[in-house]
């Protein structure tokens, strides 16, 4: 709840912060991404390891067996799964996958 209350107090903010979250993303800069992408789970951080790295975990098995198939596919998560210590990216390097950033 306190999360809930945090997020929807900060919203006035959220055109700016949404541009820099932008502007991270189109920059390619993954560690300023989860900086300001992971910011409200530094209040919370047993929500963080919930509701992004074990979530993360349980997906890994499902995203590593659609890329050995041979059809191509489109895997959507929210941008926090992609970055920071256990992100998606970085599982999958871990695992011999090399995934690229597309402009």
């Known amino acids: 709840m306190r999360l809930l209350d945090q997020t929807l107090s900060e919203l006035k903010d959220s055109p700016a912060e949404m541009q820099a979250v932008l502007g991270a993303w ?22 963080y390891r919930p509701l992004v790295t074990e ?18 596919c489109l895997v959507i998560v929210g941008a926090l799964h992609l970055v920071g210590e256990g992100g998606l990216l970085e599982l999958l390097r871990k695992d011999g ?3 690229q950033q597309l402009n």
Do not use: C, M, S, V
């Open 26 to 47: 189109r920059r390619g800069d993954a560690a300023r991404l989860a900086a300001l992408l992971a910011r409200e789970y530094r209040a919370f951080p047993a929500l």
């Open 55 to 72: 979530r993360n975990q349980r997906w890994l098995p499902q995203i590593e067996q659609l890329l050995h198939d041979e059809r191509n």
């Open 97 to 99: 996958f090399t995934p």
